[in-house]
């Protein structure tokens, strides 16, 4: 028998769990045409969580929901391309229909669809852009005018988001998108991403133009009682016992990050016999650092001294003040001003966050590496 948990993949069916509320919201958003701003560190599980509930929108009459991954893309003329086949191809299902769709709704760019022959039931869409505003809006303004046409309902999903600020003018961009979706009424946008602090960015800030566009949601890890029975219920599935007490050291470990925490179940399934051990547990946690090792030995090598040392101190416990004077000292981060520095450059890393107002690192696992490999070395 294989193992029972995933990780590194969209976690779908009886691999995810919980997440009821932030579905719930998700939810109402979608059918309100509420527009929702989806943001978490890396592997929290935004793709899983958005890829359900638009999985639940298309179960419902008439709605349709596009998944578009920008993790690929990288400038704008290849965003129009790609979003203009994605939202064709998501709202019709015969090749036919991809042309006429886009001779009806682009016609203006005078569009090309072509069939590469190794793309089975998949398409590719050129057009000729100018620099023109009614040009970006004809293909901005595609999910609406086809659910205005369709009457039908489009939920538009759109991960990695933040990678638009790689774009040559970012600016302008981002006001050429909220001007048309904004207007948008038969149609709603998710957009989600990691990198906290360039999300928050494109968000937050008053002066940017998606501020207030919609519902900002910070996803959260998932609570540890569920995903302790989560745990408990995949290995009772496999024939394989562990207690309550083991599963939830297990998460635990992983800090309820969930995938560590599918990450180190599933090195523990495999290291167990039939009932799980205290020996099991500790010898996969080990192992669950020493394949997480080599990424961190680069990580540490790319940082100061003195960012070293204010790790340092986060692993040993997160922290409010981190400019108090005892810690500046004991840790010797410096100037207050170094701090300020250090700080600053660790978020942009991703390496620390902050969570109700404390500073931690991000990473449970590296945590772990430099608390007890690194720092006892
Ligand atoms: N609801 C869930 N239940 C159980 N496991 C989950 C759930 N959501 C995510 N996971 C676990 O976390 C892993 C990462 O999930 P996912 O790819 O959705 O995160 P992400 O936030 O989109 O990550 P990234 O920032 O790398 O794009 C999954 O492969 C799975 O192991
Ligand atoms: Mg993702």
Same mark, same amino acid.
């Given at each position: 028998?294989? &193992?029972?948990?995933?990780?590194?993949? =969209?976690?779908?069916?009886?691999? %995810?769990?919980?997440?009821?509320?932030?579905?719930?919201?998700?939810?109402?958003?979608?059918?309100?045409?509420?527009?929702?701003?989806?943001?978490?560190?890396?592997?929290? +599980?935004?793709?899983?969580?958005?890829?359900?509930?638009?999985?639940?929108?298309?179960?419902?009459? &008439?709605?349709?929901?596009?998944?578009?991954?920008?993790?690929? =893309?990288?400038?704008?003329?290849?965003?129009?391309?790609?979003?203009?086949?994605?939202?064709?191809?998501?709202?019709?299902?015969?090749?036919?229909?991809?042309?006429?769709?886009?001779? /009806?709704?682009?016609?203006?760019?005078?569009?090309?669809?072509?069939?590469?022959?190794?793309?089975?039931?998949?398409?590719?869409?050129? %057009?000729?852009?100018?620099?023109?505003?009614?040009?970006?809006?004809?293909?901005?303004?595609?999910?609406?005018?086809?659910?205005?046409?369709?009457?039908?309902? =489009?939920?538009?999903?759109?991960?990695?988001?933040?990678?638009?600020?790689? %774009?040559?003018?970012?600016?302008?961009?981002?006001?050429?998108?909220?001007?048309?979706?904004?207007?948008?009424?038969?149609?709603?946008?998710?957009?989600? +991403?990691?990198?906290?602090?360039?999300?928050?960015? /494109?968000?937050?800030?008053?002066?940017?133009?998606?501020?207030?566009?919609?519902?900002?949601?910070?996803?959260?890890?998932?609570?540890?009682? %569920?995903?302790?029975?989560?745990?408990?219920?995949?290995?009772?599935?496999?024939?394989?016992?562990?207690?309550?007490?083991?599963?939830?050291?297990?998460?635990?470990?992983?800090?309820?990050?969930?995938?560590?925490?599918?990450?180190?179940?599933?090195?523990?399934?495999?290291?167990?016999?039939?009932?799980?051990?205290?020996?099991?547990?500790?010898?996969?946690?080990?192992?669950?650092?020493?394949?997480?090792?080599?990424?961190?030995?680069?990580?540490?090598?790319?940082?100061?001294?003195?960012?070293?040392?204010?790790?340092?101190?986060?692993?040993?416990?997160?922290?409010?003040?981190?400019?108090?004077?005892?810690?500046?000292?004991?840790?010797?981060?410096?100037?207050?001003?170094?701090?300020?520095?250090?700080?600053?450059?660790?978020?942009?890393?991703?390496?620390?966050?902050?969570?109700?107002?404390?500073?931690?690192?991000?990473?449970?696992?590296?945590?772990?590496?430099?608390?007890?490999?690194?720092?006892?070395?």
């Amino acid at each position: 028998m294989s &193992s029972p948990f995933t990780f590194g993949k =969209i976690a779908k069916g009886n691999s %995810f769990t919980n997440r009821a509320f932030e579905m719930k919201r998700l939810a109402a958003n979608f059918d309100n045409k509420v527009n929702t701003i989806l943001i978490s560190p890396r592997r929290w +599980g935004k793709s899983s969580l958005v890829n359900k509930a638009a999985e639940t929108f298309r179960g419902k009459k &008439s709605r349709y929901a596009v998944m578009i991954d920008l993790f690929n =893309i990288r400038d704008e003329s290849q965003f129009y391309a790609y979003f203009a086949k994605k939202i064709i191809q998501a709202t019709s299902s015969k090749p036919k229909e991809w042309i006429d769709t886009a001779m /009806l709704f682009l016609k203006r760019l005078a569009p090309k669809v072509s069939f590469p022959v190794n793309m089975v039931n998949d398409f590719e869409i050129t %057009f000729e852009l100018r620099d023109k505003a009614e040009d970006f809006e004809d293909i901005l303004n595609l999910p609406e005018k086809i659910a205005c046409a369709k009457k039908i309902e =489009i939920a538009v999903c759109i991960d990695e988001f933040q990678n638009i600020l790689n %774009f040559e003018n970012p600016l302008l961009f981002q006001k050429r998108l909220r001007a048309a979706w904004q207007k948008h009424m038969n149609s709603v946008y998710i957009l989600y +991403g990691s990198q906290t602090h360039m999300m928050t960015a /494109l968000f937050e800030k008053k002066s940017m133009p998606f501020y207030k566009f919609g519902d900002v949601m910070y996803l959260r890890k998932i609570d540890s009682k %569920f995903l302790t029975d989560f745990i408990i219920t995949k290995f009772k599935n496999t024939g394989k016992t562990i207690s309550r007490e083991f599963a939830r050291q297990i998460t635990e470990e992983a800090e309820c990050q969930p995938y560590y925490t599918q990450q180190l179940a599933h090195i523990v399934w495999i290291n167990s016999d039939k009932t799980v051990t205290s020996e099991n547990i500790n010898n996969s946690v080990t192992n669950l650092i020493e394949q997480n090792e080599p990424l961190y030995i680069k990580e540490a090598e790319s940082l100061s001294n003195t960012q070293i040392n204010f790790l340092k101190m986060l692993t040993e416990s997160e922290r409010k003040d981190i400019y108090a004077k005892e810690l500046i000292q004991r840790y010797r981060l410096g100037t207050s001003g170094n701090v300020t520095k250090i700080r600053t450059v660790l978020i942009k890393k991703e390496i620390i966050h902050l969570v109700n107002s404390k500073y931690e690192l991000v990473d449970p696992v590296f945590r772990l590496w430099l608390k007890n490999i690194y720092f006892k070395s």
